[in-house]
């Protein structure tokens, strides 16, 4: 009986470790194909003054339309894309169309901070602060639109290699910010050794206020030391008024989240302004 039992218990982990790995499978052949299909689209995710409710930057975040499969995330694709080496490639692509993006929103006189995450592979390449500098100076955005996203464990490790590459690409003129902040291992004291400019409150922290009086603490706390530290702070995943609220009480007013808009494609960017009356310019 145990026997027959643990047959079973085999045969289903054993399925569905052969589902995952096939998914795996088909998605990193898929990527090869997709980038020359185009599949891949940008959305963007409005940050917004909490205090005005004007859009004052955007995150890039990438979309993957697959024919047959419909949409496949980025947490499913981006993780694949970093271990084949597939990322450099696509997240070129991601800069050059953030970068046209910029330029087209300050043709509109809009503001046009732009938030792109960086993968740890983008970030550890020699060509990246070239490819940058071409890429700025191929579209004309002006470097301090940009706002390059890393997370803590990309600057652990080898720590002296990643302070000299976060200084050349500050050289360029470009910030730089910490995603997913809190969630590592850094600490705030460690963080002062690298020149960075803006923190991002994770949505861990963010999405169980105000009912988790500790989140609300930690959040507060991060906000607080960061303002010491003269870094500036992004909240992430801010989904109800009552976050709203809690950033403003504490000194917190950039926001990202649902709450505000989720993430979107460029031709929706009009009827989200309408929305929150944000007459900075008329887009298109
Ligand atoms: P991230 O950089 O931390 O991005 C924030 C994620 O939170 C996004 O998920 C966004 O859609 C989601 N989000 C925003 N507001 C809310 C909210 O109010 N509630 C909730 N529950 N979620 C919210 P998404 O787009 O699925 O991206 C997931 C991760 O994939 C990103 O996390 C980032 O690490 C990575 N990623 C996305 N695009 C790129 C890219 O172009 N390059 C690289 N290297 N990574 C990317
Ligand atoms: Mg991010
Ligand atoms: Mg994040
Ligand atoms: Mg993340």
Same mark, same amino acid.
């Given at each position: 009986?145990?026997?027959?039992?643990?047959?079973?218990?085999?045969?289903?982990?054993?399925?569905?470790?052969?589902?995952?790995?096939? #998914?795996?499978?088909?998605? !990193?052949? #898929?990527?090869?194909?997709?980038?020359?299909?185009?599949?891949?689209?940008?959305?963007?995710?409005?940050?917004?003054?909490?205090?005005?409710?004007?859009?004052?930057?955007?995150?890039?975040?990438?979309?993957?339309?697959?024919?047959?499969?419909?949409?496949?995330?980025?947490?499913?694709?981006?993780?694949?894309?970093?271990?084949?080496?597939?990322?450099? #490639?696509?997240?070129?692509?991601?800069?050059?169309?953030?970068?046209?993006?910029?330029?087209?929103?300050?043709?509109?006189?809009?503001?046009?901070?732009?938030?792109?995450?960086?993968?740890?592979?983008?970030?550890?390449?020699?060509?990246?602060?070239?490819?940058?500098? $071409?890429?700025?100076?191929?579209?004309?955005?002006?470097?301090?639109?940009?706002?390059?996203?890393?997370?803590?464990?990309?600057?652990?490790?080898?720590?002296?290699?990643?302070?000299?590459?976060?200084?050349?690409?500050?050289?360029?003129?470009?910030?730089?910010?910490?995603?997913?902040?809190?969630?590592?291992?850094? $600490?705030?004291?460690?963080?002062?050794?690298?020149?960075?400019?803006?923190?991002?409150?994770?949505?861990?922290?963010?999405?169980?206020?105000?009912?988790?009086?500790?989140?609300?603490?930690?959040?507060?706390?991060?906000?607080?030391?960061?303002?010491?530290?003269?870094?500036?702070?992004?909240? !992430?995943?801010?989904?109800?008024?009552?976050?709203?609220?809690?950033?403003?009480?504490?000194?917190?007013?950039?926001?990202?989240?649902?709450?505000? $808009?989720?993430?979107?494609?460029?031709?929706?960017?009009?009827?989200?302004?309408?929305?929150?009356?944000?007459?900075?310019?008329?887009?298109?």
């Amino acid at each position: 009986e145990a026997k027959a039992k643990g047959r079973n218990t085999y045969h289903f982990y054993s399925q569905e470790l052969d589902a995952a790995a096939n #998914e795996r499978l088909f998605i !990193e052949s #898929e990527l090869r194909l997709a980038i020359k299909a185009r599949q891949f689209v940008i959305y963007y995710q409005p940050q917004v003054d909490s205090r005005t409710q004007h859009v004052v930057g955007y995150e890039v975040l990438i979309r993957w339309f697959h024919p047959t499969e419909g949409m496949i995330p980025p947490n499913k694709f981006i993780p694949i894309a970093e271990a084949t080496g597939l990322i450099v #490639e696509l997240g070129t692509w991601v800069l050059q169309e953030a970068c046209e993006f910029a330029a087209r929103l300050a043709v509109q006189g809009r503001e046009n901070n732009i938030s792109i995450n960086l993968s740890a592979r983008q970030f550890k390449d020699a060509k990246l602060v070239p490819l940058l500098a $071409s890429i700025i100076k191929k579209t004309r955005v002006p470097a301090k639109c940009l706002h390059l996203e890393l997370t803590e464990s990309m600057l652990m490790g080898n720590v002296e290699a990643a302070i000299a590459q976060l200084h050349q690409l500050k050289a360029l003129g470009v910030s730089i910010s910490i995603d997913d902040f809190g969630t590592g291992y850094s $600490s705030l004291s460690y963080l002062k050794r690298f020149p960075v400019d803006i923190l991002k409150v994770d949505h861990s922290f963010v999405k169980d206020i105000p009912d988790d009086p500790n989140d609300m603490e930690i959040t507060a706390a991060i906000i607080a030391m960061a303002q010491k530290l003269k870094l500036n702070v992004v909240a !992430e995943g801010v989904e109800t008024i009552e976050q709203v609220e809690f950033l403003q009480n504490n000194n917190c007013f950039i926001v990202q989240g649902y709450y505000y $808009s989720e993430p979107i494609a460029e031709s929706e960017l009009s009827s989200l302004f309408e929305k929150l009356n944000d007459r900075a310019g008329v887009y298109p």
